[in-house]
């Protein structure tokens, strides 16, 4: 069964930091595209980093140079830097993006004053 648990939301300030981590029951090799999504309140869920099967990464043009995927075996990570008020958001983790995917629970990630 394949099971992802999310962590490491909170609420900063703008200009702050981030790092979010997602837990994978099974070996991450297993699935070929993997990355975050999030969704701001009233906006569809919008993916933001991705990889296929480990290698470079992609990012959204709104979080390139700021955020930054990674992962290992059973655990895909998401560093997030300079953080803006729009980034705002609930952000989840899936694998197998690119066919029947698995999401985790979301975490809520907060950018305010």
């Known amino acids: 069964q394949v099971q992802l648990v999310e962590s490491g939301g909170g609420s900063v300030q703008p200009g702050g930091s981030l790092r979010l981590s997602c837990a994978l029951s099974l070996s991450m090799s297993r699935f070929y595209l993997t990355g975050w999504y999030r969704q701001s309140p009233g906006k569809e869920r919008e993916l933001i980093a991705s990889t296929a099967d480990g290698t470079a990464a992609w990012y959204d043009a709104g979080v390139q140079g700021r955020f930054t995927l990674s992962r290992d075996n059973t655990n895909l990570y998401l560093q997030m830097n300079n953080l803006k008020p729009k980034d705002t958001a609930v952000y989840s983790c899936?694998?197998?993006?690119?066919?029947?995917?698995?999401w985790g629970q979301g975490t809520q990630v907060t950018v305010s004053y």
């Open positions: 899936c694998v197998a993006c690119d066919g029947k995917p698995y």
